[in-house]
């Protein structure tokens, strides 16, 4: 399946230099684009709730002792050289 997008030209033209640099077709510069992008946001989206989680005291307080009560499983009894 095919879709037309329009980008503007700066975009195009910097699409196209990136597909003769790196040996690869439009579609797949367009494509890692929207993956890249996709997963940037993802990471954007991820950090703000961890900055929420840790500017109120008692849910930050909460997640730490979780974490702690966790970490004990971590070597499952096995000691490590």
Not at 33 to 41: I, T
Not at 51 to 67: F, H, I, Q, S
Request: charged share 45%.
């Amino acid at each position: 399946m095919t879709t037309t997008v329009r980008v503007s030209r700066d975009t195009k033209k910097t699409a196209e230099i990136l597909s003769e640099r790196y040996g690869k077709k439009l579609v797949e510069i367009f494509n890692e684009a929207v993956e890249l992008y996709r997963r940037y946001r993802f990471l954007e989206e991820v950090n703000a709730a961890f900055a929420a989680l840790r500017a109120d005291e008692k849910e930050w307080e909460e997640e730490r002792r979780e974490r702690e009560a966790w970490d004990v499983t971590l070597k499952d009894g096995l000691e490590y050289a």
